[in-house]
T-cell receptor, first 113, second 113 residues
């Protein structure tokens, strides 16, 4: 069975500080990977997607970056956090070639002060 | 781009009754419509989906209807139980291999005894 693990569960960070969020998928070879962001009380928005190791496509510009250093790992980061980065970050995966059904992780709650 | 409107922001039903959540979309190219459930502070859990080649799909107590002419789809939860209480998100996708789902703003469903 596939498992998706996100870390950390929650972060409280200062404006201007760096950030790194991670996601690991086990039990599925070469999945498509995605980062979504949910503003507090709001809907979800896709930030990045990756179809293969080393390749990441940006969907919206939010002063964030993403990398896929390994087949089963997806990292979201920034060197300088903004207040507007607060929210809930969700990693998701899907089968290659059947990209519509996304399976989400449990998310990371980020509070920027 | 695609816009998905979720018509009910909150819905309160009595246990055992049915709950219906309605969504509309704008992009005629959308062909895949999943529904997700989010419990407080948790990630999104996939519940059911429908593709544009059918107009009805049922999985146990969940029924999804799709009206392509009206660009409308709906989730029907029959015989509701307290554990159905959560936020439900509808979404739409054109099916491209980018994993991009356009989400509605969510419906808070409360099932009370």
């Amino acid at each position: 069975a596939q498992t998706i693990h996100q870390w950390p569960v929650a972060e409280i960070k200062a404006v201007g500080s760096p950030l790194s969020l991670g996601c690991t998928i086990k039990g599925k070879s070469s999945p498509n990977l995605y980062w979504y962001w949910q503003a507090t009380g709001g809907t979800l928005q896709q930030l990045f997607y990756s179809i293969t190791v080393g390749q990441v496509e940006s969907v919206v510009q939010l002063n964030l970056s993403a990398s896929r250093p390994k087949d089963d790992q997806f990292i979201l980061s920034t060197e300088k956090l903004l207040l507007s980065h607060s929210g809930f970050y969700l990693c998701a995966w899907s089968l290659v070639g059947s990209a519509e059904t996304l399976y989400f992780g449990s998310g990371t709650r980020l509070t920027v002060l | 781009g695609e816009k998905v409107e979720q018509h009910e922001s909150t819905l309160s039903v009595r246990e055992g009754d049915s709950a219906v959540i309605n969504c509309t979309y704008t992009d005629t190219a959308s062909s895949y419509f999943p529904w997700y459930k989010q419990e407080a502070g948790k990630g999104l859990h996939f519940v059911i989906d429908i593709r544009s080649n059918v107009d009805r799909k049922q999985s146990q107590r969940l029924i999804v209807l799709l009206d392509k002419k009206a660009k409308r789809f709906s989730l029907h939860i029959t015989a509701t139980q307290p554990e159905d209480s959560a936020i439900y998100f509808c979404a739409a996708s054109t099916g491209a291999n980018t994993g991009k789902l356009t989400f509605g703003h969510g419906t808070i469903l409360r099932v009370h005894p």
